[in-house]
């Protein structure tokens, strides 16, 4: 397949720029709790082909929530909802999100498109081919499988543009979010755009991540989709997920770095218990103190706990110990607006639950700083 290779950009996008991404993180949606009808329920998205792309949304239960869904644990990059897709899987099957822009780009104009992407819990590969493809028009192509410029000219469409993602890394985070950005130079009067793996499974390249394939699969959540125009860019030299947050000289925290997860030192809970202690409330405190002086920025919350008892138990549980410290931020005068919380359960120990001191470290809440939309 004949790709035009794009380098990835280290530079990051200005809070100035204009997102011609219509409803770019999912958040105009229905809250419907059905499996693969992510054309049906998003506005201004939709799939190209068959194939069935999810929609995770926080205001549903069962396999399609967030954080915790059929296929593993993701936070949202941003808002409430984000998708998933297979990237890769048996019989070549594929998935994509097709994004509507609210204009049309204009011909020799360069513009950058930008995403997050994070691997799934339950992905058997990682891999490394991620591509753009552009057109003017909306597509419905009747296939389950990759959508390869083959396909493209069989179906007779015309007019697009198919970028490929040219670097050597592999996307194996399943715990952050992994931000792509990438250049191009528009054709003119490109309206859509599809996000996705347009190769075969022949000419796929993938890594395995497990100790043995089971499902042979890849599947990526995808979150935070802007496209804008390159002059309109500002750029600071700094990788986006590398921005350090210099305001705060607070010996307890130190330098925070955005999107970065932090253990609560003094937020120490005892067994079956959410209960917040003098010690606990004064490091939230220090939090607070913080963010007050950061309008721009968020705090995203979550829950652990031990492997002792019900995991369904253990779920509510963790998601309680985050609620009672957001709780505890709104007492403080911290806006709802500013905070989410999640809870993970028993799913993620940082150390072995076998001993006593090490299921009183899984007992944890962490926090992220990101900034707000």
């Known amino acids: 397949m004949d790709y035009i290779k794009i380098s990835i950009l280290l530079f990051s996008i200005g809070v100035f720029s204009q997102n011609l991404v219509l409803n770019p993180s999912f958040e105009n949606s229905k809250c419907k709790s059905f499996i693969s009808n992510f054309d049906v329920f998003v506005s201004n998205w939709s799939t190209p082909t068959y194939g069935s792309t999810d929609l995770f949304s926080s205001c549903i239960k069962g396999m399609v929530s967030n954080p915790v869904n059929y296929n593993g644990i993701q936070i949202p990059k ?98 952050e979010w992994t931000f792509v950005q990438i250049e191009f130079i528009a054709k003119g009067n490109e309206k859509f755009f599809t996000i996705g793996n347009f190769d075969r499974n022949s000419k796929t390249k993938k890594q395995l991540v497990v100790d043995k394939d089971q499902f042979n699969m890849s599947y990526y959540y995808i979150d935070s989709i802007s496209l804008v125009k390159k002059d309109s860019i500002k750029t600071n030299n700094v990788k986006n997920s590398d921005s350090i947050v210099k305001h705060l000289s607070n010996p307890v925290l130190g330098k925070i770095k955005l999107n970065k997860d932090y253990i609560f030192k003094n937020v120490v809970f005892d067994f079956n218990s959410f209960r917040l202690s003098n010690a606990a409330k004064s490091e939230i405190n220090t939090v607070f103190q913080f963010l007050k002086q950061n309008n721009n920025l968020n ?75």
């Open 78 to 175: 941003s808002g409430k909802n984000y998708a998933g897709f297979y990237l890769f899987s048996k019989d070549n099957y594929r998935e994509y999100v097709q994004g509507e822009l609210s204009q049309k780009l204009k011909k020799g104009e360069k513009y950058i498109i930008s995403f997050y992407i994070s691997l799934a819990e339950n992905s058997d590969y990682a891999i490394r081919d991620v591509g753009v493809l552009l057109t003017e028009q909306k597509l419905k192509i009747k296939i389950h499988r990759e959508l390869s410029e083959r396909q493209l000219k069989k179906h007779k469409i015309s007019g697009y543009s198919l970028y490929e993602i040219d670097n050597s890394r592999y996307y194996t985070d399943k715990k």
């Open 299 to 373: 705090v995203i919350i979550y829950g652990h706990t031990d492997n002792v008892g019900n995991s369904d138990f253990n779920q509510t549980l963790s998601e309680k110990r985050a609620k009672a410290i957001a709780e505890y931020f709104i007492s403080l005068g911290l806006l709802k607006e500013r905070i989410t919380s999640y809870g993970y359960g028993e799913s993620r120990p940082i150390e072995s639950n076998d001993t006593e001191i090490g299921r009183n470290k899984n007992r944890r809440v962490e926090f992220r700083i990101v900034k707000n939309n």
